[in-house]
Nanobody, 125 residues
Framework: VQLQASGGGLVQAGGSLRLSCAASGRTFSMYGMGWFRQAPGKERDFVAAISRLRSTYYADSVKGRFTISRDNAKNTVYLQMNSLKPEDAAVYYC????????????????????WGQGTLVTVSS
């Protein structure tokens, strides 16, 4: 599978954006999907994940503001981001892990073996 992230842009604090990650291939439904972000000068951090069975996981910093979802018919995972804060500004990356490999830690970057190219989110205060 290959991943293409989109939807980033400039938004004012308090605003919303929806990121999309389109996957190629016919086995998208077998993949767990995650979103990670990296701010300038910082490490890449976990944001949200959704399993093949649609279980969802969130970083504490985004709980209640971000929602991850997937549309297997469109081979796409989404990240709806509301009430954006300046500290949410980062390059957002989507990632995929094939669920056939057994149990995995949804929040760990090392679990994911396919990564998209990233999309930049800028939040003005």
């Amino acid at each position: 599978v290959q991943l293409q992230a989109s939807g980033g842009g400039l938004v004012q604090a308090g605003g919303s954006l929806r990121l999309s990650c389109a996957a190629s291939g016919r086995t998208f439904s077998m993949y767990g999907m995650g979103w990670f972000r990296q701010a300038p000068g910082k490490e890449r951090d976990f944001v949200a994940a959704i399993s093949r069975l649609r279980s969802t996981y969130y970083a504490d910093s985004v709980k209640g503001r971000f929602t991850i979802s997937r549309d297997n018919a469109k081979n796409t995972v989404y990240l709806q981001m509301n009430s954006l804060k300046p500290e949410d500004a980062a390059v957002y990356y989507c990632a995929a892990v094939h669920s056939g490999g057994g149990a995995y830690n949804s929040t760990a970057q090392s679990s994911y073996h396919v990564w998209g190219q990233g999309t930049l989110v800028t939040v003005s205060s």
